[in-house]
């Protein structure tokens, strides 16, 4: 199913133009670019910035061996408290710095250029609040679907969100 959603995505992407693809060094996030940067003959940058939150002991649990096993790391997500910080992982504040110097690196564009970013959904709901000028804390009210398209303009005195969490590509087809 992933390789179909990257593929409906390039096709949705196919006469855009593209000057740069930004991708995750994860797997999952580099094969989508991958796919994607081909119709465009560019090479995808990969970078660790881009990378999921490190969920450390968390990774692989259900929410409900999470609860059993850390119930103050469950009581804090579903709080959205901002000083969650995952055991042997990530907290949100480093997510967020560290998502910030991949947002400054995006400075070194000019305006005329497109950049594509394919990354993880905590990652985009970091970013996009950033671009936005949104408190760190509403990346929650952001929902991004699995190969979806969001678009933000951005212009020197701010951002513009033109697009959010576009999934029309992933549709049957007949």
Not at 58 to 75: A, H
Request: proline share 3%; glycine share 6%.
């Amino acid at each position: 199913m992933g390789l179909r959603q990257a593929e409906r995505l390039r096709e949705r992407l196919n006469l855009e133009k593209i000057d740069f693809i930004y991708s995750s060094d994860l797997k999952r996030a580099l094969v989508t670019a991958q796919i994607i940067a081909l119709r465009h003959n560019l090479e995808v940058i990969a970078c660790p910035e881009l990378r999921e939150i490190d969920f450390g002991r968390l990774e692989g649990l259900t929410f409900d061996e999470v609860n059993q096993l850390y119930p103050e790391v469950t009581r804090m997500w579903v709080e959205r408290d901002p000083g969650l910080i995952y055991p042997g992982g990530e907290s949100l504040t480093e997510l967020d710095k560290r998502v910030c110097q991949f947002r400054n690196r995006l400075g070194g564009h000019n305006k005329e250029e497109t950049i594509l970013i394919v990354a993880h959904s905590g990652v985009l709901r970091t970013l996009l609040c950033q671009l936005l000028g949104m408190e760190p804390r509403q990346r929650w009210q952001i929902r991004l679907d699995l190969a979806s398209l969001t678009i933000i303009e951005t212009y020197r005195q701010g951002a513009i969100l033109a697009l959010l969490n576009d999934v029309s590509h992933l549709t049957e087809r007949s």
